[in-house]
């Protein structure tokens, strides 16, 4: 079953924070975070496996709350190249590589 | 490394043919995945290889497609014939699974499908 991305759309101005939260029916075993640009290939930001644990990458970070079966992704002092579509990919138990990925966050920074 | 290789990158073709997509993973590798993703129904996995072997075939949407990997630098997603819905771009991933790591996936820059 697909996870559900919340917001669908984002506009920001350089320097400002977002937050993309990621949600699940299932029980998950990891998340993974991409990030693609229009006409590009995604390309992988973060993995966060069950424990709570929060991963960073430059000024993105991400969360996960297994109980919750929810993962954030959190973009700080945002960049003109932080711009594109965010996905993320839920992997349920340890079936390794079925990666399910959520229809995706538009984040725009504009100057 | 040259990262994954597919080819086309661009293919047009007429309702009825046959089309195959071809994909050369990161050396090393030994998970394979072929995506689809379009504005209707987002990045779908419609199967994935270990170790050359087929895994899970359960997104592929029909008996029109069909995927194989005959060694582990090479795989190929045929449809046959090909039909207008098909029209997508196909991304090949490929990921090396190290036990108790992570084990990001890498995508190849995509073929994009149109089926006239």
């Known amino acids: 079953q697909q996870p559900v991305q919340s917001p669908q759309a984002v506009i920001l101005r350089e320097g400002e924070d977002a937050v993309i939260n990621c949600s699940s029916s299932?029980?998950?075993?990891?998340v993974h975070w991409y990030r693609q640009k229009h006409g590009e290939a995604p390309v992988f930001l973060m993995i966060l496996l069950k424990g709570g644990e929060q991963k960073g990458h430059d000024k993105i970070s991400a969360s996960f709350n297994e109980k919750k079966q929810q993962s954030s992704l959190y973009l700080t002092a945002s960049q003109l190249s932080y711009s594109g579509t965010y996905f993320c990919?839920?992997?349920?138990?340890?079936?390794?590589?079925?990666?399910?990925f959520g229809q995706g966050t538009i984040l725009t920074v504009h100057p | 490394d040259a990262g994954v290789i597919q080819s086309p990158r661009h293919e047009v073709t007429e309702m009825g043919q046959e089309v195959t997509l071809r994909c050369k993973p990161i050396s090393g590798h030994d998970y394979l995945f072929w995506y689809r993703q379009t504005m209707m129904r987002g990045l779908e996995l419609l199967i994935y290889f270990n170790n050359n072997v087929p895994i899970d075939d359960s997104g592929m949407p029909e008996d029109r497609f069909s995927a194989k990997m005959p060694n582990a630098s090479f795989s190929t997603l045929k449809i046959q014939p090909s039909e207008p819905r098909d029209s997508a771009v196909y991304f090949c991933?490929?990921?090396?699974?190290?036990?108790?790591?992570?084990?990001?996936?890498?995508f190849g820059p995509g073929t994009r499908l149109t089926v006239t």
């Open positions: 990919g839920t992997l349920g138990g340890t079936s390794y590589g079925k990666l399910t």
């Open positions: 991933a490929s990921s090396q699974h190290r036990q108790g790591a992570s084990y990001e996936q890498y």
């Open positions: 299932k029980a998950l075993y990891s």
